[in-house]
């Protein structure tokens, strides 16, 4: 029932979402106020802010940096206005990038504790500080930062893309990408910052409008729950609106709510009055979802792909969907300018279906950096949790495949693709949308099918395989065996050897990736996704959360 409309005469309203599931005034009782006064700081807290400090301290005292930091931060967040906890936190957290070698941070740290009015009878501390970190600097040895980057020159329209590569339609009209000459394994082929993030826990680890991670985190100086990397985050009006707003204190649904809200405002920022926005995304949704765009560097050109991206094979709106979309519908009309934006019945009933869309948009969508609470490094079976999530849309153009010649990745925001197999001129590049390369073929089908709505018809769901002469020659390789007995081995997230692996993994790729998929060269791709996803994320543990992403 997303966007019926009452008549089918012309302007006639949608349906009005809550009155078909229990009224308005039966959700208006189910939901708690939602807001802390206007322009409160209730949440910043001087003492809750020294706690974390203080845990931090013990932290760093076992040499657990990253833990170390987490908690700086949320002291950071705490710390009252003008208070000199600010500072304090801020030269604590220079000290745990001295510690990692990562200088650049370290003096930028304590730059912004001294702005913060670090206490003048402890910087002889801070200066100390500093020139260790300049003389770590001149001695070099800091690890070499990963920044993918893309390894050809962008295309013309598409700037996230590399221009190798090609958006057409195939003969069932759906899109496909072709490559315009051949590309080896390894190259990164898109780099795209996501459309829209947002960090569901762990307020301490991301920016909150960008997700670029650890760096040199700002708190929002109203909340508690919003750090940024930039001055420019923190303008970014999209927390502005937000800040202090919060469903609810479990971070999955609090997250998964307000991820529509900052999406909507998102949408309605965009536009200078309603009836615009209203005509773009009637036009929109009305246009071929497979018209290939033109462009992709301008927001309202993203929107429209945005708009257009699938649904998810279920977008009818039961009863608790309605409820989600009333909350985040009310969420919308607390913000007074969207309230005086919306408000005739016609806007309402739209933006009713509005929320909807864009709430099966980003639930069908979004992909995230998983955490998962574990005690034990090595234990990932307990279930995912989202630390953040993202939607990217250049991914929308590339096809499923079970035997992918791509990798997708995240990394500090942005979506990465990479090459695992080698490519020839003319290929389709794809990926595989789950990721259940060694799953069974009924069960993989049956999960392409129940959440993607996905038939594959790639080599590996045809029954066909490489020969068994083909596969005897990969096994018999010595980088076959190297590569698959020392697996185990990089998940110590051991430098050294994960470089050496990789490269491993590239070379024996380059030599037998084209041939058809089999077991064996599903294993090697395996283990080079996961070298590769090494390399852009680490292998990061915070107190009991392991973030594997
Ligand atoms: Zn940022
Ligand atoms: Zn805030
Ligand atoms: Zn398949």
Redesign the pocket.
């Known amino acids: 029932m997303l966007w019926q409309k009452e008549t089918k005469k012309k302007g006639g309203l949608y349906v009005d979402v809550f009155e078909l599931n229990g009224g308005h005034k039966l959700l208006n009782e189910v939901f708690r106020p939602l807001r802390s006064p206007e322009g409160s700081t209730l949440n910043k807290n001087d003492s809750t802010s020294l706690q974390n400090r203080k845990e931090g301290n013990e932290q760093f005292g076992r040499d657990n940096w990253n833990d170390a930091m987490e908690m700086y931060n949320a002291s950071l967040r705490y710390a009252e206005n003008g208070s000199k906890n600010i500072s304090l936190a801020y030269a604590n957290r220079s000290a745990c990038f001295l510690k990692m070698k990562r200088y650049n941070e370290c003096l930028i740290d304590v730059e912004l504790a001294k702005e913060a009015g670090y206490p003048v009878d402890l910087m002889p501390k801070l200066d100390r500080r500093k020139e260790d970190c300049l003389k770590g600097m001149a001695e070099g040895g800091a690890p070499v930062k990963f920044e993918p980057k893309l390894d050809f020159k962008p295309d013309e329209h598409f700037p996230c893309m590399a221009n190798v590569l090609k958006i057409n339609r195939d003969d069932g009209g759906e899109f496909t990408v072709i490559a315009k000459e051949d590309i080896d394994v390894g190259q990164t082929v898109i780099l795209e910052k996501a459309f829209i993030a947002y960090v569901f826990m762990l307020y301490g680890w991301k920016?909150?409008?960008?997700?670029?991670e650890h760096v040199n985190l700002m708190p929002c100086e109203k909340c508690t729950s919003a750090m940024?990397?930039?001055k420019?985050?923190q303008g970014n009006s999209l927390h502005k609106y937000e800040c202090g707003l919060r469903e609810c204190n479990d971070s999955q649904m609090n997250g998964s709510i307000m991820r529509v809200v900052r999406s909507c405002l998102m949408a309605i920022d965009m536009f200078s009055t309603i009836d615009e926005l209203i005509n773009f995304v009637e036009h929109s949704l009305k246009s071929d979802p497979y018209q290939t765009p033109t462009v992709l560097s301008d927001a309202k050109s993203q929107y429209k792909i945005f708009m257009n991206l699938p649904l998810g094979p279920d977008s009818t709106i039961p009863q608790n969907i309605s409820c989600i979309v009333f909350e985040v519908y009310r969420m919308l009309l607390n913000i007074p300018h969207v309230k005086a934006m919306f408000s005739s019945e016609k806007s309402r009933r739209f933006l009713m279906h509005l929320i909807g869309h864009h709430y099966y948009i980003l639930e069908h969508n979004s992909t995230g950096a998983l955490g998962h609470v574990s005690n034990n490094p090595m234990v990932t079976q307990s279930d995912p949790i989202f630390i953040s999530t993202q939607v990217g849309l250049i991914t929308r153009f590339f096809r499923h495949s079970c035997a992918p010649n791509l990798f997708v990745s995240t990394f500090h925001?942005n979506t990465v693709i990479t090459t695992v197999r080698p490519i020839k001129k003319g290929d389709q590049l794809m990926y595989s949308h789950l990721m259940l390369m060694t799953e069974p073929t009924k069960k993989r089908q049956k999960a392409l099918w129940d959440r993607k709505r996905i038939i594959c018809t790639c080599s590996l769901c045809n029954g066909v395989s490489a020969s068994t002469a083909q596969r005897k020659q990969l096994t018999s390789d010595p980088d076959f065996q190297y590569i698959v007995s020392y697996f185990d081995t990089t998940l110590q997230n051991d430098q050294t050897v994960c470089k050496t692996m990789a490269d491993k993994c590239k070379q024996f790729l380059q030599k037998y990736g084209r041939i058809l998929w089999c077991e064996e060269l599903g294993k090697v791709v395996q283990a080079y996704i996961y070298l590769i996803n090494i390399q852009y994320r680490g292998l990061i543990k915070i107190g009991s959360i392991l973030h594997i992403d």
């Open positions: 920016c909150n409008v960008c997700l670029k940024f990397c930039s420019e985050c925001g």
